[in-house]
């Protein structure tokens, strides 16, 4: 009997391409036009972060971004989207992208993309895409500065980054010793790293794949500023308890990285007792992309995060990310559901 193929996508994967990098063979795209023109589809599995409800926000956010893409003129460059997450997506099925025309302009183009799984929506974005040099000659110009203390840092971090690394993650990062930690003002707190894809990405993929791929990243531990800057304990057991042994083991292996990146493998039981977080999901996610054709993912770029507000179990997000120049990239927002757990009451006895 024929090998069948694997349920995780529509058609079978290919091969993976030598010639690109790894975040661009993870974020390829087949386009589904025997049903219907700017349909699209994953060509290789999602990933499902270990201990997580859904396949990682930030695939199905870039791949989005790399349908809307294919359906704009070559002089259109996305300069924001807004996203929100409907559903957890399961890494088990395929995802269906479906793009939606809705403004075609002389300046600005509009889309919406709607990510679907059996049938429901589990992800919808609206993309704004601007002709470029249309904003005339004479411009108004400002951006927000490279940290000073933080240009240093570029020349110890390593020039070249190799394709796959530990866990095969598509790209790495370097988190930085959190900014005003003493502060008893979380909003004052900053979190930092470097990023980058690993990798080289082709010269075929043009800025577009430098695009996708910094969307791709830009979803790397956001809605996690929250209980860093508080403090919190989100190492519980998987809310599935018939996990099995392999996936607890990588679960184990991701949660070990995850509390060395960030100070914690001093204390990896809790011991401090600090509060413990229930739930920490993403509701919505924009990007405003100010340098889109002036920047390369796979070099370095540095990250800052500060949270101006949280309450009434949600928590809201800033990132600005900044090319190793000090060149304003983008600036992201994201809010999302942040819970702390609570002690369950026992219950009655029936007698």
């Known amino acids: 009997m024929a090998d069948r193929p694997d349920r995780r996508t529509l058609v079978r994967q290919p091969p993976l391409d030598p010639s690109k990098s790894a975040i661009e063979n993870v974020l390829e795209l087949t386009e589904l036009s025997a049903i219907a023109p700017d349909i699209f589809t994953n060509t290789r599995p999602l990933w499902h972060p270990p201990g997580a409800r859904g396949i990682y926000g930030g695939a199905v956010i870039a791949q989005c971004l790399a349908a809307a893409q294919r359906t704009v ?75 000073d203390e933080i240009r240093s840092q570029y020349e110890s971090l390593p020039k070249v980054v190799e394709q796959t690394g530990e866990g095969n993650s598509p790209f790495i990062s370097h988190r930085i010793e959190i900014t005003n930690r003493a502060s008893q003002s979380p909003h004052e707190k900053r979190t930092r790293q470097w990023i980058r894809a690993r990798g080289r990405i082709s010269e075929k993929g043009g800025h577009q794949a430098h695009l996708s791929a910094l969307a791709y990243m830009s979803d790397s531990y956001f809605i996690g500023t929250i209980s860093r800057i508080h403090d919190l304990w989100r190492f519980g057991a998987p809310a599935n308890q018939k996990t099995d042994a392999d996936e607890m083991s990588a679960r184990e292996r991701y949660v070990k990285k995850v509390q060395e990146s960030e100070g914690l493998e001093q204390d990896p039981n809790n011991s401090r007792g600090r509060p413990e977080v229930g739930m920490m999901v993403s509701l919505d996610h924009t990007i405003y992309f100010h340098e889109p054709r002036r920047f390369r993912a796979d070099e370095w770029m540095f990250t800052e995060m500060a949270s101006p507000w949280s309450g009434d179990g949600r928590g809201l997000v800033q990132q600005h990310i900044f090319a190793a120049d000090g060149t304003l990239i983008a600036t992201c927002f994201q809010e999302g559901v942040v819970r702390l757990k609570e002690e369950r009451k026992p219950s009655a006895s029936k007698l």
């Open 73 to 147: 003129p070559e002089n259109f460059t996305v300069h924001s989207m807004h996203c929100y997450f409907v559903l957890a997506g399961d890494s088990e099925i395929p995802v269906v992208y479906y793009v939606e025309h809705v403004r075609e302009g002389k300046s600005y183009a509009t889309r919406t993309v709607q990510a679907r799984q059996r049938g429901k929506c589990i992800f919808t974005t609206t993309l704004s895409f601007v002709r470029e040099n249309s904003g005339g000659k004479k411009l108004v110009q400002h951006a927000v500065s490279l940290p």
